[in-house]
């Protein structure tokens, strides 16, 4: 589980004429993971795709370019549609194309003239409290025409008094009309008392008249955009599954073509250079055996394998996360187990209410249902699935909360002060966690409301920043160890591993809960550890020194977390509640509003901020110490059909 799937590699070689064989079967297999040739031995070159390749291509960018231009999402399939059905309706393909360009160009043109028509009735709604002709506005040889907004409190008497000027005003609009000699003066003085210039509109008629036969055109222009996009939907609606079934098809028979790209070919020959997991080697060799071709197996190659990661299938929406971050070499530590458990675990430490765990449980569930053909999205929805039921668990028996409501809280304003409700849920069940010298003792459930609560929260934080580094560490010295030597290992992990846990006894001798003889002794550990980071890393040691401290310290981000929600939460309900007693109805409806907001709100923060952080932790505090990263992640030819398939198969 935490090592990746063994990897044996596989050389393949016969006649050039065997290959579209070959490129069937080892699609079918999906099993072999091809290195591409590199194009430097002499007396061979990179191939040409097989006959079909062209074909399929030509048919993959239409079908690719419809689906753009119509916009169809992929559906979950309803049922697999066979390939002999695909080639034989192809035909209708170019039909479909013509009808969805049509559609589009008149759709096209059509929001054309909706933008002039929109341009024209904001030119006119300048001139619309102006009774004068639009005609008379332009077209003049020797008058020149301003026609623009003036301020309010504009002086306009000295125009008005020119005989030579024409002017017809209304409100902070106006045309003054004037001979081409005088043009300049007049325009300084229009410029002189805030004179905005506006562009003519063309047409004639009154300009209120216009607008409302443009207000008009416009309608019949945007009922006819809207229906125009109605039928492209319809378009796409109708044959929407059909071309994503076609795109998959051809998809399919471009990779198979593909083939001869990625190998070495000759005049008459081929050879083929790939990895094949090590126990389906015997299976690939069987299906091979109908072939008329020579391959070799190698179970002990030097050379970098890619890496298929093997978890458990509970464990596997995990490996988003691990690919996320970088794939780990093959004789590197696969995280994706440890972070399945620490992932959610974190998350539910920081949220830790079993309102809002409830929550994301279900919306977990209803993102895997709803996008289930989709392996990404559908990934997370486990993922966070797997983290409210943390989340629910913690809440409801850590911390005693649902929706920043204290459990104890509650059961008082619901009655339930008495029997094992309050047992448990009380403040004073006794299950103490550490019991300190002054008689001061934590209990379980901790509630975040009470000062020691939080203190607790923020120490186990630390503890658990410790164990996961710890761990991290081994694992990286594990590694170092086996991939290189254990003075390698010893240098580069061991020694902050001790300078960690020399630390941390000398500061928990130092409060005095371990005997003061405990001090001198983690302070020697660490200091040997500090030496030998030195002599391994010279400065780069030494200047890591406190990182390692650093690195323990961001783990109380999961108490402060914690609290924060709760804190949020808990401030929604004392608005809300506040709202709603004294203010009669309203204020009722006015408290459940501020009550949805502000929930929703937190439960939205819970999954950004908390998932975020609590990743953060793996990949900055815990991966660092042991994956290194930058391998190659398996990749077998072959296509993985979801609605299509080759051929109809009988029972």
Partial sequence: MLKSEKMSRMTISGHKKDLADLSKLLNDQNLVHVVEYNNQDEGFGIGKPLDYGEKSSDFLVKLRSV???????????????????????????????????????????????????????????????????????????????????????????????????????????????????????????????????????????????????????????????????????????????????????????????????????????????????????????????????????????????????????????????????????????????????????????????????????????????????????????????????????????????AFGQSFYNLGNTLGFNSGLFAKYYGPSFDIPLIEKAEGFSWHLPIHKFDPHGAQLMLLSSILIGVLHISLGLILGFLNEWKHHDLKHAIYAKLSFFMILWGGLLSLVSLVGLLPESFQSIGLVVMLTGLALAIIGEGVVGLLEFPTIFSNVISYARIGAIGLSDYGLAYTVNFISFSLLWPSGPAGMIVAIFVMLIGHLTVFTLGIIGTGINSLRLQYVEFFTKFVQGGGTLYSPFGYIRKYTKEKEVTP
């Fill in 67 to 401: 689906i753009k231009l119509l916009e169809v999402e992929a559906n979950p399939p309803s049922y697999l549609k066979l390939d002999s059905e695909i080639e034989s309706e192809i035909k209708e393909l170019e039909s479909i194309i013509s009808q969805a360009h049509d559609l589009k160009e008149k759709q096209r043109d059509c929001d054309r003239r909706i933008d002039e028509v929109n341009n024209s009735i904001e030119q006119l709604e300048e001139f619309e409290e102006l009774d004068i002709d639009i005609k008379y506005l332009s077209g003049y040889s020797s008058i020149t025409v301003f026609a623009g907004n003036i301020p309010t409190e504009s002086d306009l008497s000295t125009l008005k008094s020119n005989s030579s000027i024409d002017l017809v005003q209304s409100g902070d609009n106006v045309v003054v009309f004037c001979a081409n000699e005088i043009s300049s003066d007049v325009e300084k003085d229009l410029l002189n008392v805030g004179f905005r210039s506006i562009d003519v509109p063309e047409g004639e008629g009154l300009p209120k008249v216009m607008l409302n036969s443009l207000n008009g055109k416009l309608s019949n222009l945007e009922n006819e955009s809207a229906g125009l996009l109605q039928e492209i939907q319809l378009l796409a609606t109708r044959n929407g599954d059909w071309l994503v079934a076609c795109e998959e098809h051809y998809a399919a028979l471009s990779e198979k073509s593909s083939l001869p790209l990625k190998l070495a070919t000759s005049e008459n020959m081929f050879v083929l250079d790939g990895w094949v997991p090590s126990n389906s080697v015997s299976d690939l060799q069987q299906s091979l055996q109908g072939l008329d071709i020579y391959y070799e197996v190698d179970n002990n190659s030097s050379e970098e394998p890619p890496i298929k990661l093997d978890n458990p299938e509970v464990a596997k929406p995990f490996e988003l996360f691990t690919k996320l971050y970088s794939t780990p070499k093959h004789w590197e530590f696969d995280p994706t187990m440890i972070i399945f458990i620490t992932y959610p675990l974190f998350f539910g430490l920081m949220v830790g209410d079993a309102g809002y765990g409830f929550a994301y449980i279900l919306f977990g569930h209803y993102i895997l249902s709803k996008f289930s053909y989709n392996e990404a999205i559908a990934n997370l929805g486990r993922i966070l699935r797997t983290a409210g039921i943390y989340t629910f668990l913690f809440g409801t028996f850590v911390y005693a909360e």
